[in-house]
Nanobody, 129 residues
Framework: QVHLQESGGGSVQAGGSVRLSCAASGDTGILYSMGWFRQAPGKDREGIASIEANGRTYYVDSVKGRFTVSRDYGKNALYLQMNSLKPEDTAMYYC???????????????????????WGQGTQVTVSS
């Protein structure tokens, strides 16, 4: 079993930066791929970034060049550095992982929720104009 816990959300003005963290505990050795989803009010949950154990990263176009996903295996942590934030980035952000020991990063940015077995509780990011 895996437990994910996000932190680092908050309110920021447009153009600002926020860094989200996700602490993983439990059987973290099985987590080959991890990623970030977000869900704005009235919208579907969308995958925005992912990282595989081979170092490959994936981003959706709306965050490419502004967000950076990274992982610290020693700390069992996943991060999302978000720069140049826009009001449309306002959402609840979720850390996610799947139990498959193969590269699955592309499925996160395809918003394939069926793949994800482990979810964090979410952290709110609000960007004001």
């Amino acid at each position: 079993q895996v437990h994910l816990q996000e932190s680092g959300g908050g309110s920021v003005q447009a153009g600002g930066s926020v860094r989200l963290s996700c602490a993983a505990s439990g059987d973290t050795g099985i987590l080959y791929s991890m990623g970030w989803f977000r869900q704005a009010p009235g919208k579907d949950r969308e995958g925005i970034a992912s990282i595989e154990a081979n170092g490959r990263t994936y981003y959706v176009d709306s965050v490419k060049g502004r967000f950076t996903v990274s992982r610290d295996y020693g700390k069992n942590a996943l991060y999302l550095q978000m720069n140049s934030l826009k009001p449309e980035d306002t959402a609840m952000y979720y850390c996610a992982a799947d139990p498959l020991s193969v590269p699955t990063g592309v499925y996160y940015t395809d918003s394939d929720l069926s793949l994800v077995m482990y979810w964090g509780q979410g952290t709110q990011v609000t960007v004001s104009s």
